[in-house]
Structures are given as structure tokens and as C-alpha cells.
Nanobody
């Protein structure tokens, strides 16, 4: 099970760090991603990574501003969000799956474990 946290209200230009904790396991052999969903919109890919195979894949809208990482015990994945914009406002979800090919990282259907979501609100 995944538990996401760290959301909140921040002014444009500010930063937040989201966390996703894996209970009962680790992210060692799992692909992990963050998605977000704004009101009235479809779920949108933010970033995904296969920890043992290659660099993270970022959505163009967050490239250079967001960074995915994990801690050394591999039980927590982070999303560091800098230079936040009002259009980043959404509920953010973490997701994981045991095996994903790189070209499928951005597809929600590729993931079988989801966190409950954490709300990020960026004010202008």
C-alpha cells in the first residue's frame, strides 16, 4: 500500500515536497510515478522512473522544476516541487508497479498500486 502526503497551500514560486511511503515493502524493484488530477480534468502524468533502469521521465510541464527521488531505505519516494505555478494545483497521486517498460511509464493503466492522493494548491 502507498500513502502520499506533503500537500498544502503555497504561493506561486514556492516549493513543496511530497512523500509516498510504501507500507509492507520497498520501491527497490518497482517502477514509481507521480500523477496529478486537477478539478474537471483527467489524471495527468508528472514523472515516472524505473529505479534499476534508466533516468526518470518527466512531463514537459514540470521538467526542470520537479525532481523525483527516494531515500536510502527505499521505502519512501519524494517529489520535490520548485517554482510552483497556479497551474500545478491538483491532487497528486503516487503509483507503483513491479514491471513497466519505459514507453508505458506515463500511462495510469500501467500501475497497480496507488496512494490516496494529496492536494497541492498554488495561489497566484
Amino acid at each position: 500500500q502507498l500513502q502520499a502526503s506533503g500537500g498544502g497551500l503555497v504561493q506561486a514560486g514556492g516549493s513543496l515536497r511530497l512523500s509516498c511511503v510504501a507500507s509492507g515493502g520497498t520501491f527497490s524493484d518497482y517502477a514509481t510515478a507521480w500523477f496529478r488530477q486537477a478539478p474537471g480534468k483527467e489524471r495527468e502524468f508528472v514523472v515516472g522512473v524505473r529505479w534499476n533502469a534508466g533516468s526518470p521521465r518527466y512531463a514537459d510541464s514540470v521538467k526542470g522544476r520537479f525532481t523525483i527521488s527516494r531515500d536510502k531505505d527505499r521505502r519512501t519516494v519524494y517529489l520535490q516541487m520548485n517554482s510552483l505555478k497556479p497551474e500545478d494545483t491538483a491532487i497528486y497521486f503516487c503509483a507503483a508497479a513491479p514491471r513497466i517498460i519505459w514507453s508505458s511509464l506515463a500511462l495510469p493503466s500501467s500501475y497497480d498500486s496507488w496512494g490516496q492522493g494529496t492536494l497541492v494548491t498554488v495561489s497566484s
